[in-house]
């Protein structure tokens, strides 16, 4: 995939459509992910005691249902952080306004 090294101010892409979405790159990709799995680490060590009460509905799978569980809540907030950060870098580069929580 190429990316669109074209910085278009005026919020229109290459052919004069909608602005394509700034890639993260790597270093946000990483950053988002190291996010993710502390604030999965921290929501996951808040509710332990509800999750170990859910998961021992089965007691022989209950360690992986956990770490399943944990493993899925860090992917998917890895996955919202990314996309934030691509939607706030692609409203940035195209000066529009981004920091009130209704331009979102």
Do not use: Q
Request: glycine residues 14%.
């Amino acid at each position: 995939m190429v990316a669109d090294t074209n910085h278009h101010t005026n919020g229109e892409g290459p052919s004069g459509g909608p602005s394509v979405r700034e890639p993260v790159g790597g270093i946000g990709h990483a950053t988002c992910g190291v996010v993710g799995l502390g604030v999965a680490v921290v929501a996951l060590a808040a509710s332990y005691s509800l999750l170990i009460a859910l998961v021992n509905v089965v007691p022989l799978l209950s360690t992986t249902a956990l770490a399943l569980f944990g493993v899925f809540v860090w992917l998917g907030l890895w996955f919202v952080f990314d996309l934030a950060l691509r939607e706030w870098r692609t409203r940035r580069r195209d000066g529009r306004r981004v920091d009130r929580p209704g331009d979102l």
